[in-house]
């Protein structure tokens, strides 16, 4: 197999396992030569979700998830080259982002914090692996997120259309890809799946809405929507960044008496939160002719239908241009590696607010490398 490839690991804020991609960029674009996710234990799901907000014992919880994850994530790489007929000697490098449990751009020293040890990881799979791509970014003043949409950038714009590639993980990101040549423009929009998953978990002890089912059961309470979308970080300037660590189910109770609504309507008005306060991102930069959709909020059709309604352009997968929605982010890692390992600085202050163009990530060399 001659092709140039490499391999992206991640989990996102849904936490339902590892995102694991086999990129070949052959002729310098990315084609998906296989995948597959690898789920959690519900024992490391739970743990995980105890981490994204302050508790007791931190440092040692995180301490053993970080090499429990390390070993879970080399498991995924070689569950994936095994699943592909591929050895190991045949992938360049491997790009793991790792599983973020604390994101905090706004502090007097910001930070951000991804574990899934990549010295694990490298021994694991015997490849090397590049890791710790966002605090590079934050070194030079980045927010360190979102990263992806460099990626966006580099395959998904067109010369002849004003694009919008909306990512509907646990939070939600727009990246604009304007047509005329103006600066791109990207950052978090806000929750996305993350608040409906964990509502429906409460209530049925079910994983999310299938179809967005349960919230098109109900209609959206106005009052309570209001109250959300008073949060003062939907009304900030990009770049911004965010995630679970501030758009939680405690959250929403400080803003609204959620337990004395029916459980129906919560949902209902979730879903609603997502679509206005992606609309609301997307008219804030001025509109787009196009909106391609990635992550797994791309399955629940209700979601779609709403984003479709409100925005009044065409909403679709990014399947439309041939880029499978589920895999996005995992194939941007295996670009940011392939990114580091030919020496590539990219740009990212559109996007991150980043004061120059850096090398994102570092190195560890795999099993027998130097």
């Known amino acids: 197999m001659s092709e ?20 070949s960029f052959q002729q310098n674009r990315p084609i998906l030569i296989q995948h597959l996710l690898h789920p959690y234990p519900e024992t490391v799901r739970f743990a995980l979700q105890t981490l994204f907000v302050p508790g007791a014992n931190e440092i040692d919880r995180m301490g053993e998830l ?35 449990i604390r994101h905090r751009p706004a502090l007097a020293h910001p930070f951000t914090l991804q574990i899934g040890n990549p010295y694990v990881i490298a ?5 090397d692996v590049i890791a710790d791509f966002r605090r590079r970014d934050m070194a030079v003043g980045g927010q360190g997120a979102p990263l992806a949409p ?11 259309e004003c694009r919008v590639v909306l990512n509907l993980g646990g939070i939600a990101n727009i990246t604009l890809l304007p047509a005329d040549g103006r600066r791109p423009v990207a950052f978090d929009t806000g ?50 960044s965010t995630g679970k660590e501030l758009f939680h189910l405690d959250w929403a109770r400080t803003r609204a008496s959620l337990d004395t609504l029916d459980p129906a309507t919560v949902q209902a008005t979730f879903l609603e939160l997502t679509a206005v306060s992606v609309a609301r991102a997307i008219a804030s930069v001025g509109g787009c002719d196009r909106v391609l959709v990635c992550g797994g909020g791309v399955h629940n059709g209700a979601l779609m239908a709403r984003l479709q309604a409100v925005l009044g352009v065409p909403v679709e997968s990014t399947i439309a241009i041939g880029i499978d929605p589920d895999w996005v982010e995992a194939m941007a890692f295996a670009w940011l590696a392939r990114c580091h390992v030919q020496g590539e600085k990219l740009d990212l202050a559109p996007f991150t607010g980043a004061a120059k163009p850096v090398l994102l990530g570092c190195r560890v060399p795999g099993t027998g490398a130097d």
Request: proline fraction near 7%.
């Open 4 to 23: 140039d490839l490499y391999l992206g690991l991640i989990s996102g804020t849904s936490v339902d396992g590892i995102d694991a991609a086999l990129v």
């Open 66 to 100: 970080d090499v429990a994850l390390g070993e879970l994530f080399g498991d995924a790489a070689n569950a994936l080259l095994q699943k592909a007929g591929v050895s190991p000697g045949q992938i360049r490098a491997v790009g793991s982002h790792g599983q973020t």
């Open 191 to 240: 929750p996305a799946s993350g608040l409906m998953d964990a509502w429906i978990r409460l209530q049925q002890d079910l994983p999310y809405d299938r179809d967005g089912a349960w919230a098109t059961s109900a209609q959206p309470d106005a009052g309570v929507l209001a109250s959300l979308l008073e949060e003062p970080y939907f009304r900030m300037p990009p770049p911004k």
């Open 123 to 127: 021994e694991r799979c015997g490849i």
């Open 150 to 160: 460099a990626f966006h950038r580099a395959f998904m714009a067109h010369s002849d």
